[in-house]
């Protein structure tokens, strides 16, 4: 088991390269995890930079004094992965940003498609959002990763037709006449943009605008997948034959 991840704001160590990590994060070490001395953590900002530390000793039960060894940075992975996510029902699109987020997606687009019977509005809509960003955040830690995923803004048709023009690689999960995206061409370095549609799929109109921005739909098996798992599915197969999982 990998160390457990903590996120900070700066890596700013005090004398003898103490650091001290306080407020949530401190309480959820000190409280929630117990962590003890001589146990390793890993501080990060989420954003790429790490520092490997070592437990010297708690404070109280929201206060970890820990020793910094090292500060890293860690590059961006390539091909980069965005998936723009239409909007699901509920609960599922925290599911859809967790397990996506697990799986080594680098950024995630909410996508307000024309069959998308959930709709981001006002404060709901700023709520929501906050959810996916949260949900990134905590499954970031959960599986170790120093470099979170970013969740952008809710985006328009127009909007998502402006990043699949720029991607090196632009897909449209689809059903009906797709080729398979286990064999489609990838780029070994880029940009790769893969769009999911709603649960009642891609209308025709929103296919012709990606078409003209140049993405192609194609299709991931025979079983059909929901909106919240095709994201983590297709990401998947894709950080496997990009080689980012070797």
Same mark, same amino acid.
């Given at each position: 088991? /990998? &160390? %457990?991840?903590?996120?900070? !704001?700066?890596?700013?160590?005090?004398?003898?390269?103490?650091?001290?990590?306080? @407020?949530?994060?401190?309480?959820?070490?000190?409280?929630?995890?117990?962590?003890? %001395?001589? !146990?390793?953590? =890993?501080? /990060?900002?989420?954003?790429?930079?790490?520092?490997?530390?070592?437990?010297?000793?708690?404070?109280?039960?929201?206060?970890? =004094?820990?020793?910094?060894?090292? =500060?890293?940075?860690?590059?961006?992975?390539?091909?980069?992965? +965005?998936?723009? *996510?239409?909007?699901?029902?509920?609960? #599922?699109?925290?599911?859809?940003?967790?397990?996506?987020?697990?799986? @080594?997606?680098? &950024?995630?687009?909410?996508?307000?498609? &024309? #069959?998308?019977?959930? *709709?981001?509005?006002?404060?709901?809509?700023?709520?929501?959002?906050?959810?996916?960003?949260? /949900?990134?955040?905590?499954?970031?830690? *959960?599986?170790?990763?120093?470099?979170?995923?970013?969740? $952008?803004?809710?985006?328009? +048709?127009? *909007?998502?037709?402006?990043?699949?023009?720029?991607?090196?690689?632009?897909? =449209?999960?689809? !059903?009906?006449? $797709?080729?398979?995206?286990?064999?489609?061409?990838?780029?070994?370095?880029?940009?790769?943009?893969?769009?999911? @549609?709603?649960? @009642?799929?891609?209308?025709?109109?929103?296919?012709?605008?990606?078409? !003209? &921005?140049?993405?192609?739909?194609?299709?991931?098996?025979?079983?059909?997948? #929901?909106?919240?798992?095709?994201? +983590?599915?297709?990401?998947?197969?894709?950080?496997? #034959?990009?080689?980012?999982?070797?």
């Amino acid at each position: 088991m /990998t &160390a %457990p991840v903590f996120v900070v !704001e700066h890596f700013a160590p005090g004398s003898g390269g103490r650091y001290v990590l306080d @407020g949530p994060e401190g309480r959820h070490a000190v409280s929630v995890k117990r962590l003890q %001395p001589g !146990e390793d953590v =890993v501080l /990060t900002d989420g954003a790429g930079r790490w520092a490997d530390c070592v437990v010297l000793h708690t404070e109280g039960k929201d206060r970890l =004094v820990v020793r910094m060894d090292s =500060v890293h940075e860690e590059p961006e992975e390539t091909p980069r992965i +965005t998936v723009v *996510q239409a909007l699901p029902k509920g609960d #599922r699109g925290e599911l859809a940003v967790e397990t996506m987020t697990e799986t @080594g997606v680098d &950024a995630i687009v909410p996508w307000a498609a &024309a #069959r998308c019977i959930t *709709q981001w509005k006002g404060d709901r809509g700023a709520k929501s959002l906050a959810k996916w960003r949260a /949900t990134a955040r905590e499954a970031g830690k *959960q599986s170790r990763r120093v470099r979170f995923p970013e969740v $952008a803004d809710a985006a328009t +048709t127009k *909007q998502v037709a402006q990043l699949l023009a720029v991607a090196d690689f632009a897909a =449209v999960l689809h !059903e009906e006449g $797709a080729e398979p995206l286990a064999t489609a061409q990838l780029p070994p370095s880029g940009e790769i943009v893969l769009v999911v @549609g709603p649960e @009642g799929g891609v209308s025709p109109e929103e296919l012709a605008v990606f078409a !003209e &921005a140049g993405a192609k739909p194609y299709r991931l098996g025979r079983s059909v997948l #929901r909106t919240s798992t095709a994201g +983590t599915a297709a990401s998947a197969l894709l950080l496997g #034959r990009t080689g980012r999982w070797s």
